[in-house]
């Protein structure tokens, strides 16, 4: 059976470790930077160059920068009064997104004990410190076991503070029938209910 040189085979196995890239995928990704020839395998090679190089995490917020402080901390123009934390800095660009207009906080994780994931893995000392400068802290974890107890381990630490903790809503869907939703995403919309 015939087999790719050794450096195609490295470059295959590079790809895979990219989330949702499987084998067959990430041999068509190779062989498409090859058949492609040097131009886009320079362009590729130098823009993973610069990543490496370039990109850290903002000294405050932990969001990715190129700089001590990311576009959203030097950015004059924000709410300063509301802190939004994610769990990580992709989160950001959804909640950008979505409107949301004030400042950020990456902890880097959810609380799992399974996966050996503890609060002092996180960054939540800096979250706590932050609070003092905030008047709400939205928690934007994600509708799961390990975010939701997150959530409850960050609004537990700020329970005595003056800052309002506020959690994301969860429920239907824009443009979602009650028929095809499940119980739970049910039972969460009903107990989440607002008035109109």
Do not use: W
């Not at 087999?3 to 084998?23: D, Q, W, Y």
């Not at 950008?96 to 893995?121: C, M, T, W």
Request: glycine letters at 6%; proline letters at 4%.
């Amino acid at each position: 059976m015939a087999s790719f040189p050794e450096p195609i085979t490295n470059l295959i196995e590079s790809l895979s470790r990219l989330p949702g890239v499987g084998k067959k995928t990430a041999q068509r990704f190779a062989l498409f930077l090859i058949k492609e020839g040097s131009d886009i395998l320079s362009e590729f090679s130098s823009s993973l160059d610069e990543v490496r190089d370039r990109i850290s995490y903002c000294s405050v917020c932990n969001n990715f920068s190129d700089s001590e402080l990311c576009n959203v901390c030097s950015d004059d123009n924000r709410d300063k009064s509301i802190l939004c934390v994610c769990e990580k800095p992709s989160d950001i660009i959804l909640m950008e997104k979505a409107g949301y207009n004030g400042l950020y906080h990456v902890i880097g994780g959810l609380i799992s004990p399974i996966d050996n994931i503890n609060p002092e893995d996180l960054f939540i000392d800096s979250l706590i410190e932050r609070s003092n400068d905030v008047s709400e802290i939205i928690l934007a974890t994600n509708a799961s076991v390990e975010g939701d107890a997150t959530a409850l381990y960050i609004s537990n630490l700020l329970d005595s503070s003056s800052v309002t903790v506020s959690r994301l809503a969860r429920g239907m869907p824009m443009g979602g029938s009650i028929e095809y939703i499940d119980e739970t995403t049910l039972q969460k919309s009903i107990s989440d209910r607002v008035v109109i």
